[in-house]
């Protein structure tokens, strides 16, 4: 991607002045500047907005998804995902992670401007590396330092979004596209780990939205005993089960898993 479309739409994250690239440094008027890394990829996560040295998934996880993700596994997701995407939209995915989703939406919708936001430094990292024809940046969904009515899709794939964020950055005839687990989510592999399992569907009736289409994506996934370890590797799971029963189902050689997507479009109600 040339360097102006990739930073056509980033903003300074102190002063949310447009920038403008120098060398591998990108500067607004007021003279805030951000290198671009070696991998590609631009860090607008200012210190004083982070809550921990390392925030988001760490190393270990982005590790893990990388080798859940390169099953393919759920790539079924990202096919109906593309679905909603037109050619040449402009798409933010928030919460991007490693960039597999990322790399599956450009394969298939190559006339797409991708922008991947994530908190995680490694995650964004491991994006950038791979994927040069996206836009990658360091940063949190609560201060997205993007312009205001800048794009056509916004894509939350099991991630925090901030109400007010969506709204300021979504064109006014554009689409958030939220992924969140239904309620049959990898329930064989909750209860393998717990006792009892709770009731994950995160269906949240959001105010200042209108619900264009919700699909429910659901299929079974036979796993390898490398493709157990790496999913509850990559799940909130592996802080919350206990050791004993995590070391008992990663010993299994084989798991049959049914996975349930929940897709929800949604065109904003509020005039801003
Ligand atoms: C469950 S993972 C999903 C990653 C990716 N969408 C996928 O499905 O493979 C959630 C992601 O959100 C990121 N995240 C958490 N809090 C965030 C925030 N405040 N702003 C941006 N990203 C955040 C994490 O670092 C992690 O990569
Ligand atoms: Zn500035």
Redesign the pocket.
């Known amino acids: 991607m040339s360097v102006t479309t990739m930073i056509k739409y980033l903003i300074c994250p102190i002063c949310s002045g447009g920038l403008s690239k120098t060398g591998q440094t990108l500067q607004c008027d007021n003279r805030h500047s951000y290198d671009i890394s070696r991998e590609g990829y631009i860090n607008l996560l200012l210190p004083q907005h982070k809550q921990s040295k390392h ?3 760490s190393k270990e996880m ?1 590790a893990s ?1 990388r080798d859940f ?1 390169k099953t393919r596994l ?1 790539k079924p997701l990202a096919d109906a995902l593309s679905a909603h995407l037109s050619d040449q939209a402009n798409v933010l ?6 960039g ?2 990322s790399q599956w939406l450009l394969d298939s919708e190559p006339g797409i401007t991708y922008y991947g ?4 430094q490694n ?1 964004i990292k491991s994006a950038a590396k791979r994927i040069p024809n996206g836009t990658f940046i360091v ?4 201060r997205l330092p993007v312009s205001s009515k800048s794009f056509d899709r916004i894509i ?5 979004t901030q109400q007010d964020q969506l709204h300021r950055v979504l064109k006014t005839q554009g689409y958030w596209i939220n992924v969140t687990p239904g309620s049959q989510h990898l329930i064989e592999l909750r209860h393998k780990l717990f006792d009892q399992t709770k009731e994950i569907d995160k269906q949240v009736d959001y105010p200042g939205w209108r619900i264009i289409s919700q699909q429910h994506l659901g299929f079974t996934m036979n796993l390898t005993k490398p493709a157990i370890t790496s999913l509850i590797d990559m799940t909130p799971y592996i802080w919350k089960a206990q050791s004993t029963r995590i070391k008992e189902t990663k010993a299994l050689s084989a798991l049959s898993v049914g996975v349930d997507f929940q897709i929800t479009l949604r065109s904003s109600t509020l005039k801003v």
């Open positions: 925030p988001g998934d982005v998804r993700h759920y995915d928030l919460g991007c992670g490693e597999s989703y936001v994530d908190i995680s995650a940063a949190s969904n609560w939350s794939i099991f991630a925090p």
